[in-house]
């Protein structure tokens, strides 16, 4: 359990770290929304496209790896729609979103990056597209359905294109693809373009953390059933599911334990965002965010323990 400890407790001192400098006003807003800029759109981005671009495209696209984890995802936001059948179906859909949508990129990928084997990545990428495909459209696509009228003139139907639309643009879809076509054709970039990649994704985990810590730096903690059920859903529920629907359907016991780890990592800001857009109240799930992130030091180490993905 030490040799766990000693991948963990340094990602998520990296967190704390960010979340000290928000709450002592060593960091403005404005300075939180640069290093996430950062993140997002060119260190992440280029961590993605090494990690995709140095492995056949076969190892990105596991059949059963995916409908286990899609599977698992599923039962765990259904059964989430379910328990919040009698609150508004907006509020539905932003329970539901939250106890399934992991932090995957921000804190998944320098988590695995620590562990030091460049196998898995691949497994943690998969996660990621159906994060990102899957689980945020779903759930795009319910939020519209909850909201009632027009807005500014704009019919559903485009607002929903052009959510869509811009799902398809973000930078972490755009490096996997640029990493597929890389890892397809054998192509290699120029000797400067991939030093300059190269620096951009060793500056991705350091940065991802503690713009995690940032971003939760400033928001309000309250503990109460539904915060408690978020926690439990996304910390010890979705791991569990995965699990057994990696058994179920016969998934590669290698890229099942990194599903795994995946299922278990806390919910991810985009959860707080996409809600606060569509005009839910998002105390809880912000409370269940900060209150995740700093969990998951206990629960992922005892996942990665579990697993023995950390054995020396």
């Known amino acids: 359990m030490l040799t766990v400890l000693e991948v963990t407790l340094p990602v998520f001192a990296l967190v704390l770290c960010g979340w000290v400098a928000a709450r002592r006003g060593l960091l403005q807003?404005?300075?939180?929304?640069?290093?996430?800029?950062?993140?997002?759109?060119?260190?992440?981005?280029?961590?993605?496209?090494?990690?995709?671009?140095?492995?056949?495209?076969?190892?990105?696209?596991?059949?059963?790896?995916?409908?286990?984890?899609?599977?698992?995802?599923?039962?765990?936001?259904?059964?989430?729609?379910?328990?919040?059948?009698?609150r508004p179906a907006g509020d539905r859909t932003a329970i539901a979103f939250s106890a399934t949508h992991g932090n995957v990129g921000f804190l998944g990928l320098p988590l695995l990056a620590q562990?030091?084997?460049?196998?898995?990545?691949?497994?943690?990428?998969?996660?990621?597209v159906a994060d990102i495909c899957v689980v945020i459209v779903g759930a795009i696509v319910l939020f519209e359905f909850a909201r009632s009228g027009e807005d500014g003139g704009t019919p559903r139907a485009a607002r929903l294109r052009a959510a869509l639309g811009g799902l398809l643009r973000t930078?972490?879809?755009?490096g996997i693809l640029a990493g597929l076509v890389f890892s397809a054709t054998g192509a290699q970039l120029p000797a400067p373009a991939d030093a300059l990649v190269r620096l951009l994704a060793q500056a991705a985990g350091p940065c991802a953390l503690f713009a995690i810590g940032a971003s939760l730096g400033g928001?309000?903690?309250?503990?109460?059933?539904?915060?408690?059920?978020?926690?439990?859903?996304?910390?010890?529920?979705?791991?569990?599911?995965?699990?057994?629907?990696m058994w179920a359907l016969g998934a590669d016991p290698a890229l099942a334990a990194i599903g795994v780890l995946a299922a278990a990592l806390p919910t991810a800001s985009n959860t707080y965002i996409l809600s606060q857009r569509y005009g839910i109240d998002t105390r809880a799930i912000g409370s269940a965010i900060v209150i995740g992130t700093f969990a998951a030091a206990g629960t992922v180490s005892f996942v990665i323990w579990l697993l023995q993905l950390r054995t020396a």
């Open 115 to 128: 562990l030091g084997d460049e196998s898995r990545l691949p497994a943690m990428v998969m996660a990621i």
């Open 171 to 174: 930078p972490l879809i755009l």
């Open 29 to 86: 807003d404005s300075g939180v929304e640069g290093i996430n800029i950062f993140v997002f759109w060119f260190a992440l981005p280029a961590m993605l496209f090494r990690a995709v671009a140095a492995h056949p495209v076969s190892k990105i696209a596991d059949p059963r790896y995916f409908a286990a984890y899609l599977l698992a995802g599923a039962i765990l936001f259904a059964g989430m729609l379910w328990l919040a059948r009698r």
């Open 219 to 245: 928001r309000a903690v309250v503990l109460d059933r539904t915060v408690g059920g978020l926690l439990l859903a996304k910390l010890v529920v979705h791991p569990v599911l995965v699990g057994a629907a």
